[in-house]
């Protein structure tokens, strides 16, 4: 079951802040999210586990609502760096993902 | 460089052909699957190997897909027959076995069928 995501497209100027939201029809085991770059493979930000949790990564932290089968990733200070196509990868067990659509996130000077 | 390592980057063919393309995954992951990506969306599930063991394929994988991981370290996927609705990134990954590790995924194989 592929997760949704939203927004689908994110334009912020340096310094913003945005939230990105991935949404299950299922319960979930775990919620893994990743960045790509244009040509280039995803890369890992974190893992997120049935639990609540919240966890962060320099000024990106993300939450996962077991109960309502969601997470979000909070981009704060955005920074050119930031740009690429963000991706959740939920986790019905621990081997399998499905990934959603994916954001993209602009991020001007 | 210890990462996940795919061959070819690029691979063009015509209609018909068959591909075979190799992952390196990082040495001691005993975990490795392979995606497909086409544009404008999330990697999708292909199959995944437990060391040599190839404990699921998605429905995805029709019969002209097959991937082997001999000795439980590199692994390859062929597709026979090509055909244009083939053409696709495809991405290697892997991990440790333990359910909260995260996948590291490799360069990808970037597939044009012609």
């Known amino acids: 079951q592929q997760p949704v995501q939203s927004p689908q497209a994110v334009i912020l100027r340096e310094g913003e802040d945005a939230v990105i939201n991935c949404s299950s029809s299922?319960?979930?085991?775990?919620v893994h999210w990743y960045r790509q770059k244009h040509g280039e493979a995803p890369v890992f930000l974190m893992i997120?586990?049935?639990?609540?949790e919240q966890k962060g990564h320099d000024k990106i932290s993300a939450s996962f609502n077991e109960k309502k089968q969601q997470s979000s990733l909070y981009l704060t200070a955005s920074q050119l760096s930031y740009s690429g196509t963000y991706f959740c990868g939920t986790g019905f067990n621990d081997y399998k993902l499905s990934f959603g659509a994916g954001t993209t996130v602009t991020v001007r000077a | 460089d210890t990462g996940v390592s795919q061959n070819p980057r690029h691979k063009i063919t015509k209609r018909g052909q068959n591909v075979t393309f190799r992952c390196d995954p990082i040495?001691?992951?005993?975990?490795l699957y392979w995606y497909r990506q086409t544009l404008g969306q999330g990697p999708e599930f292909l199959t995944y190997f437990q060391n040599e063991a190839q404990l699921e394929k998605s429905r995805l994988l029709s019969d002209r897909f097959s991937a082997e991981r001999p000795k439980g370290s590199f692994s390859t996927l062929e597709i026979q027959r090509t055909e244009q609705g083939d053409s696709a990134m495809y991405l290697c990954a892997s991990s440790l076995t333990t359910g909260d590790s995260e996948q590291f995924f490799g360069p990808g194989t970037r597939l044009t069928v012609l």
């Open positions: 299922k319960a979930l085991y775990s």
């Open positions: 040495s001691e992951h005993n975990r």
């Open positions: 997120l586990l049935k639990g609540g």
